[in-house]
C-alpha cells in the first residue's frame, strides 16, 4: 500500500474529496440496486459483489470492505489533522493506508507515531488495547491512539499501564471533516 504524504490542510482536504466521491458512488450503486434486485439478491450482491469503490484509488471494491476503509481512512485522516495542530511543523506524515509495515501515521524524523482504529465499540477486539500496546513499542517522542466508536465522548486519556501512550477519541464532526 503506498504511503500517501501529508503536508497540509490542503493534502486532507483532497483526500477526503476523494473518499466523498467514492461513498457518493457507492450509495448510487446501492440505490440501483435494491431497486431492481429481491432482498437477499441484494444483500448477495452486497456481501460477495463488487458493489462499491475503493476510497481513493480508481477501482471497484466490496461494499463492505469499502465502508471498513471508508472509515478508517477518515479516522486517519482526522488523526493527522490532530498532530498537524498539536505539533505545528511536524509536516510532513506519512499515512500508511491498509496493510503496511510501521504505525498508520507517522513523522519522517519519527518523533510522532500514532494508531488509528474505527470500531462499534473500543473493546471489541482489543483493538484500543492491542494498538496502544503496539505503538508503546514505538521508539517516538509523541505516541498516539486516535479511535473513533459511535457514542464515544470525545476525550484524552492515557491508560495506567501505557502512559507514554495518549489515547484520543475523536468526535464524530471530526472524522467526517466537518470541523
Not at 58 to 81: C, D, G, K, M
Not at 116 to 134: E, I, P, S, Y
Amino acid at each position: 500500500m503506498p504511503v500517501h504524504i501529508i503536508k497540509n490542510q490542503a493534502s486532507l482536504d483532497a483526500l477526503r474529496s476523494l473518499i466523498r466521491n467514492a461513498t457518493a458512488s457507492a450509495v448510487a450503486s446501492i440505490t440501483d440496486l435494491v431497486a431492481t434486485n429481491t432482498p437477499i439478491a441484494a444483500l448477495a450482491a452486497m456481501k460477495f459483489g463488487e458493489l462499491g469503490f475503493h476510497p481513493i484509488e480508481p477501482r471497484r471494491l466490496n461494499l463492505i470492505e469499502q465502508v471498513n476503509q471508508t472509515f478508517t481512512y477518515l479516522v486517519s485522516l482526522a488523526a493527522a489533522e490532530q498532530i498537524l495542530l498539536r505539533h505545528p511543523g511536524s509536516a510532513p506524515l506519512h499515512l500508511n493506508l491498509g496493510t503496511s509495515a510501521g504505525s498508520d501515521l507517522e513523522s519522517p524524523s519519527q518523533a510522532i507515531a500514532a494508531e488509528v482504529f474505527a470500531a462499534v465499540r473500543r473493546t471489541n477486539n482489543k483493538k484500543l488495547v492491542k494498538d496502544v500496546a503496539k505503538v508503546a513499542e514505538v521508539e517516538a517522542a509523541y505516541r498516539y491512539v486516535f479511535f473513533y466508536c459511535p457514542g464515544e465522548t470525545p476525550t484524552a486519556f492515557r491508560m495506567d499501564r501505557f502512559p507514554e501512550v495518549e489515547v484520543v477519541a475523536l468526535a464524530s464532526d471530526a472524522v467526517w471533516g466537518l470541523i
